[in-house]
């Protein structure tokens, strides 16, 4: 048996525009950057846009799966502003008993994380089990979450003490070998999200629940549970995004993580995953991250357009990206 | 009602006794407040003033009730001022407008119903529909700051500018800005926009750091962004090469100042306190005779290590 | 007679490959002609250039006589040609009458006329002795009374050629009956009708002339008279087809599987029966009398009540996943929308199902593909490309890859429902051959059907269901048709000759 497939060739797939079109489009605009200002490719900017794509693209990642099984959460900006709320708030209380140190961001870690797949399982039970449309659970939760950090922050912003911020800044902005954490955190995110997608049962089974529910039910897939995890994980995502956001400004309010959910929707759809579910590519997502925040990177350096067209120039290229792989699909 | 209020509800009633406060007439006043909500560190402060000066009138006047209701838009702003007459029959209304045109008519309905109106901070499409005018000075706003740039700066010198959310506001202080440091030689490298907002502030001002070598003055024209702005500039290391002025007088801000922060020289005020005033003076003219109707344009001041201690409020959240 | 439509020296290629080499073939007002062939004999693509779907690559059609060309199905709907689709044309979530007259609604003004078009809707049904409220969501329809209602959209537009393309398929006995009688009426009429079916009885008692088609090659066109079933599947098999149904091994008396007072809500009341290892147990009866709904409850598909045995051993109620590690699964009749994923290649779809069986964490593709390999030569699953989605395979080697996927994960029991939906007859002959070696090799299989020569020819037992309940049971010799619908119905005094002490 071995033999007959060793002998076989592998079926590969033509390498098509499919596949290609996000890599192209962020090709491009790195060229485009690379030409329209010549500090765009310096080690700054490139820490600094990957640094700040990686909110955006830890949480992205989640949604993927959670798009890829036929969902959808609108509510990830507001719950990431929430935890964040939270998070700070916790570090201010202990403060006094625990005192300024690793266990106290350790602590303020584990209950970030918490909160977030506390909120992930709370979507995800009422999406699942109670069976209500994901777009109208998430888009409650959206303004149940938003609601509650700006009643924490009694209408202002929540600031971590100063102290602990000193501390746990470098969490942010310093790095290992060069490369910033958020960014580290970020690929590992990635990796991992990736090897899930493609190879293990869960991403497999994911995309089989987004393709048919019927089939995946038949096939002896426990659909409720493995929906009830793609939120789950996607909260305690967005439970890492937060931890990686909190020592960059050390506040959290009512504006913060607005349209994070629209944005990390629209990368994952400018990486190739299908909206309405079953098929997903992480590396995909990766990529529309980083077009995302290249487009705004871009039009900040170059200031070639008026500012009040960069949202549409943002979405014209979102746009475009999707158009390119609609077009290279019908043609294969 | 929160407990602490009935509490203060349980003290009203013995001030009542206690205050010679001779009303005009004992029939109750409503009046109706209607602000933008809390998405905002302005907004947030507003949100306090607001409370803070009803709880303060709500004793001071028992014959006075308030109705304050908070808008997310425009559309919900219209909703909530058609139930304060519908429902609550209002007989003053204090309002914020979220936007101009829409709220213009539904306002101007108010008015014609015979109900007194005052306008807060952004005026409405038709002029005179309202009985008093309650605003902070978004020219003098931008004006001050840009004078304090012009004489700290020399010629040549570079600058920044961030820009709030693209409105008329936006536009008014921008141009008085512009228009103050006109013929000092400063050069404005760019201006972008960071909505008001920390992150986006951060990132515009991450890219200006990347793209501009040489920068001697940020205006962030919000302490909001302010923030933003002092930590990429952090991060970059380039802390000893410009100072920033942000605006509207964020407590943790002037803290700064008050210390002396060399990063920070000043302030400018556009103070969310204006509701407060506005609904006093409404108040005011519920309970007496006093002539407050007109226009109360309360200027934008510098603020400064001297100075600062007046303007820190260490209980408002903004 | 004049043809109304035909075609002449018809060949049609994909590519570089001719699936169609040079067709002729006609249809005359009030007479029937059916077109019989294998799964992949060009049957659907000369159906689709009839119906205007597809355009021919070489030779014409002639309508009323002349050369036409139709750039698309609309413009043969226009010239009164309707094709009625093997997979249905529905729109779910719109009513009965709002898909049957999709796409020409009745009008008053700008509004739509509900009442006119819910009236012709009820009389169309009517003539079709469907009897199905109009308003009903065809969602919510069994999959016969959706046939129905696709036949009733074709008859609602007047055609003049009708092209059916299966129509039997999903159809029980008496709903069979009821819809050749109704082409009966259409024929006296004076509708040109193209006819395709499986079921060459279906063929010998309607059709006026047939054509038999054969990898793409015409075979003959004749009359029907005279023109036996064996003659029928030898012109299209191209061979003398020997035993359709292989010797059976006789089972085992262990029994392996006890099912007592299993109750569907609604569905199936206190069935209770028993299976042994290397058995056949089919289960016949009318559609609606339990059978897939009895099979689904059994594996956990469906709330249920009741006692579920393997080997002694109780499983848990309600969880497929513990029915299958008691080894016991469940192919599904509908195997479009419940058993493949058509938008993924075979070999997802193939382990889906076993996909633990591949690795803790990290999926072994080798394996996969590996096991694809193997599924391939075991099933006989023929595939143009390894990389195909399973959803571009013909429907027999579509429920060949869904027996693949089965088997993978090695299950003791195997419940089949409808094994031979929709496919030729060379795949029956061989689906009944992997039946009857899975018994032979010490498993247990119960095969569900309406067909019932399928359930008589594979079972070494049967046991009938009628309206929610076990009818009775018939073993050996009394496995007979007459007997399995005196019992479907309720025959009282044979179900008490029949049932087991």
């Keep these: 048996m071995t033999d007959i497939t060793a002998s076989e060739p592998k079926p590969r797939r033509r390498v098509n525009l499919h596949v290609l079109g996000p890599v192209l489009a962020l090709v491009a605009l790195i060229i485009l950057g690379a030409s329209l200002n010549s500090n765009f490719l310096s080690y700054g900017n490139v820490t600094n846009v990957l640094a700040r794509s990686a909110f955006i693209g830890i949480i992205a990642v989640g949604m993927t799966f959670v798009i890829t099984a036929g969902g959808i959460d609108l509510s990830v900006g507001s719950m990431a502003a929430f935890v964040a709320g939270v998070m700070i708030l916790s570090l201010n209380a202990l403060i006094p008993s625990m005192g300024i140190g690793v266990p106290l961001i350790a602590t303020g870690m584990v209950i970030a994380l918490a909160t977030g797949i506390a909120a992930g399982f709370l979507n995800g039970f009422l999406i699942s089990k109670i069976r209500i449309e994901a777009f109208i659970v998430t888009l409650g939760s959206m303004g149940i979450y938003r609601s509650l950090v700006t009643w924490l922050a009694d209408g202002g912003t929540l600031s971590l003490n100063f102290d602990a911020r000193s501390f746990y800044r470098p969490v942010y902005y310093d790095g290992l070998l060069g490369i910033a954490w958020p960014i580290i955190v970020f690929a590992v995110v990635a990796i991992l999200g990736e090897l899930a997608m493609r190879h293990t049962a869960f991403g497999r089974h994911c995309a089989a629940l987004g393709a048919n529910e019927q089939v995946a039910k038949y096939s002896a897939i426990k659909v409720e549970r493995l929906r009830l995890m793609t939120y789950v994980i996607l909260g305690l995502l967005v439970g890492v995004a937060t931890i990686m956001y909190v020592p960059r400004l050390g506040s959290a309010s009512a504006s913060t993580g607005v349209l994070w959910e629209l944005e990390a929707i629209a990368a994952v759809i400018i990486g190739g995953t299908v909206l309405k579910g079953g098929f997903g590519r992480v590396w995909g997502t990766v990529i529309g991250v980083l077009i995302l925040s290249l487009i705004d990177n871009i039009l900040n350096l170059a200031s070639i357009v008026s500012p009040y067209l960069n949202g549409a120039i943002q979405g014209v290229i979102v746009i475009l990206a999707v158009v390119l792989q609609r077009e290279s699909k019908s043609a294969d | ?318 | 007679m004049t043809a109304v439509l035909a075609a002449q020296g018809v060949k049609r290629r994909f590519g570089p490959i001719e699936v169609l080499h040079g067709v002729d073939f006609d249809l005359v007002p009030g007479q029937i002609h059916a077109l019989i062939g294998e799964n992949g004999a060009g049957k659907s693509t000369l159906m689709k250039i009839l119906g205007g779907y597809l355009s021919p690559s070489e030779g014409q059609l002639l309508l009323d006589g002349s050369p036409v060309t139709f750039t698309d199905q609309r413009d043969a709907e226009n010239a009164g040609i309707l094709m009625i689709h093997q997979e249905f044309n529905l729109a779910l979530q719109l009513s009965v009458e709002e898909n049957i007259f999709l796409g020409r609604e009745k009008k008053r003004g700008i509004f739509l006329d509900k009442v006119a078009m819910r009236a012709e809707a009820a009389e169309l049904l009517a003539r079709l002795d469907c009897h199905v409220d109009p308003r009903t969501r065809v969602a919510d329809l069994s999959v016969p009374n959706r046939q129905m209602v696709e036949i009733a959209r074709a008859l609602g537009r007047n055609a003049r050629v009708l092209i059916m393309d299966e129509p039997t398929a999903v159809l029980t006995g008496r709903e069979t009956d009821v819809l050749l009688g109704q082409i009966d009426r259409l024929r006296a009429n004076g509708t040109a009708i193209l006819y395709t079916s499986h079921k060459l009885d279906e063929i010998r008692r309607i059709a006026d002339r047939v054509t038999v088609l054969r990898d793409g090659t015409q075979i003959l066109t004749r009359e029907a008279k005279g023109f036996t079933e064996d003659a029928m599947a030898t012109a299209m098999v191209g061979r003398e087809l020997t035993d359709l149904f292989p010797d059976k091994t006789p089972a085992t008396d262990e029994v392996v599987l006890t099912v007592e007072n299993l109750t569907v809500p609604g569905k199936v009341r206190d069935a209770s029966f028993t299976l042994k290892r290397g058995e056949v147990l089919g289960f016949a009866g009318l559609v609606g009398s339990g059978r897939t709904e009895l099979m689904e409850g059994l594996v956990g598909l469906r709330a249920a009540t009741g006692t579920v045995k393997v080997n002694g051993t109780p499983v848990k109620p309600g969880s497929v996943q513990a029915a299958r590690e008691a080894g016991v699964v469940y192919l599904t009749e509908d195997r479009k929308d419940k058993g493949l994923l058509l938008g993924k290649d075979l070999t997802q779809n193939l382990t889906l199902l076993a996909l633990d069986k591949f690795g803790s964490l990290r999926i072994d593709k080798q394996a996969e593909d590996a096991a694809l390999t193997q599924a391939i030569s075991d099933f006989d699953i023929r595939v143009n490309d390894r990389a195909m989605l399973a959803g571009s395979l013909s429907g027999g080697n579509q429920q060949k890859l869904l027996l693949a996927k089965t088997m993978l994960a090695d299950p003791d029991i195997v419940i089949i429902d409808e094994p031979t939906r929709g496919i030729d007859i060379g795949t029956k002959q061989q689906i009944y051959g992997f039946i009857a070696d899975l018994a032979a090799s010490g498993k247990s299989v119960i095969v569900v059907s309406s067909e019932l020569p399928e359930v008589i020819g594979t079972s070494h037992r049967v046991i009938v269901m009628g309206r929610g309940f076990v009818a009775g049971e018939l073993t050996g010799e009394k496995i007979t048709e007459e007997n399995i619908l005196r019992l479907a119905v309720g025959v009282a005094d044979r179900i008490a000759e029949t049932e087991p002490a």
């Design chain 2, 1 to 318: 009602m929160k407990r602490r209020d009935i509490f203060k509800g349980a003290a009203l009633g013995l001030a009542v006794v206690a205050t010679p406060v001779v009303a005009q007439d004992e029939e109750t006043k409503v009046i109706g407040v209607a602000i933008p909500s809390a998405t905002h560190g302005f907004m947030g402060g507003l949100n306090y003033h607001a409370q803070e000066a009803i709880a303060r009138l709500e004793e001071t006047y028992p014959q006075l009730e308030f109705v304050l209701a908070t808008a997310g838009d425009a559309g919900t702003m219209v909703n909530d001022i058609e139930d304060m007459v519908a429902t609550r029959n209002i007989d003053a209304l204090v309002v914020l407008p979220f936007e101009s045109e829409p709220l213009t008519s539904p306002v101007q309905a108010v008015a014609d119903a015979g109900i007194w109106v005052t306008v807060v901070d952004r005026g409405l499409s038709v002029p005179g529909i309202e009985d008093l005018y309650v605003a902070g000075d978004n020219t003098g706003f931008g004006r001050v700051a840009g004078e304090y740039f012009a004489e700290n700066l020399s010629e040549g010198d570079n600058i920044v500018v961030l820009r709030g959310i693209p409105t008329t506001l936006d536009n008014e202080r921008v141009d008085a800005f512009s228009a103050a440091i006109e013929g000092s030689g400063i050069n404005v490298l760019d201006m972008q926009h960071g909505n008001w907002n920390r992150d986006d502030a951060f990132n515009v001002m991450q890219d200006y750091l990347s793209k501009y070598d040489d920068i001697d003055a940020v205006w962030a024209s919000d302490d909001d962004m302010a923030i933003g702005v002092l930590e990429a500039i952090a991060q970059a290391g380039r802390e000893e090469e410009m100072w920033v002025v942000g605006g509207a007088g964020m407590k943790e801000i002037i803290a700064r100042i008050m210390e002396g922060d060399p990063q920070l020289p000043v302030n400018v005020t556009y103070p969310p306190a204006q509701i407060a005033t506005a609904i006093e003076l409404t108040a005011l003219g519920m309970v007496s005779a006093t002539p407050v109707s007109g226009r109360f344009i309360i200027g934008s001041e510098m603020i400064t290590p001297e100075n600062a201690e007046s303007f820190y409020f260490p209980d408002s959240p903004f």
